[in-house]
């Protein structure tokens, strides 16, 4: 493995002090690995799970395949700018049979509180990707559902994520995960 290319995030951080926010985030309890999921589709046993260093190669496959899908022929990044858009989030992966078929990553933040109100915990979806080969067979789904069963058992009371216009694949998804428009974000290159 390249020196180069930046450690993916510990799992099993808590409780670190995040920029700027003057108190620690409460992190919801790590549970290991989800229960297992046969998967009839893919002929094998589906695990979500924490990340781990092992699991770096694989992961900027899913983040490269992302970003192409994304922002298409517009330069290539750099391993190390794809990591660092994921750096301090909450990482699981999609595991089918000791290969990373997928991965989720969760960054959890303090809204700032306004006229004396306590800040609340929110949560936004950095990036979700499933491997080409094993999307629309449940794997994203699987994903998302773990993450918000694990947000449940903290303080968060909200999660949250960006969708680039014209993707309304992704925007179909979350609608049917439950998630609503609630801003539309708009710029204007110069």
């Given at each position: 493995?390249?020196?180069?290319?930046?450690?993916?995030?510990?799992?099993?951080?808590?409780?670190?002090?995040?920029?700027g926010a003057g108190r620690k985030i409460s992190r919801?309890?790590?549970?290991?690995?989800?229960?297992?999921?046969?998967?009839?589709?893919?002929?094998?046993?589906?695990?979500?799970?924490?990340?781990?260093?092992?699991?770096?190669?694989?992961?900027?496959?899913?983040?490269?395949?992302?970003?192409?899908?994304?922002?298409g022929e517009r330069g290539e990044p750099s391993d190390n700018d794809l990591l660092r858009d994921i750096?301090?989030?909450?990482?699981?992966?999609?595991?089918?049979?000791?290969?990373?078929?997928?991965?989720?990553?969760?960054?959890?933040?303090?809204?700032?509180?306004?006229?004396?109100?306590?800040?609340?915990?929110?949560?936004?979806?950095?990036?979700?990707?499933?491997?080409?080969?094993?999307?629309?067979?449940?794997?994203?789904?699987?994903?998302?559902?773990?993450?918000?069963?694990?947000?449940?058992?903290?303080?968060?009371?909200?999660?949250?994520?960006?969708?680039?216009?014209?993707?309304?694949?992704?925007?179909?998804?979350?609608?049917?995960?439950?998630?609503?428009?609630?801003?539309?974000?708009?710029?204007?290159?110069?």
């Open positions: 493995m390249p020196e180069s290319l930046v450690p993916v995030p510990d799992p099993a951080r808590y409780g670190r002090n995040d920029a919801p309890a790590r549970t290991g690995v989800s229960a297992i999921l046969n998967d009839v589709k893919t002929q094998g046993a589906l695990w979500i799970r924490d990340s781990a260093p092992r699991d770096q190669i694989a992961l900027l496959a899913l983040l490269r395949d992302l970003h192409r899908a994304e922002r750096e301090r989030s909450e990482i699981f992966v999609a595991d089918l049979d000791d290969v990373v078929i997928g991965m989720a990553a969760i960054e959890l933040f303090d809204e700032p509180a306004y006229q004396g109100a306590e800040p609340r915990q929110r949560a936004c979806v950095m990036a979700i990707a499933v491997a080409e080969a094993h999307r629309r067979q449940g794997v994203a789904t699987r994903l998302m559902q773990h993450v918000m069963d694990w947000l449940k058992t903290s303080e968060v009371v909200s999660i949250g994520l960006y969708v680039r216009a014209g993707n309304d694949g992704a925007r179909g998804f979350y609608e049917k995960m439950g998630f609503e428009v609630e801003a539309l974000a708009m710029q204007r290159l110069l």
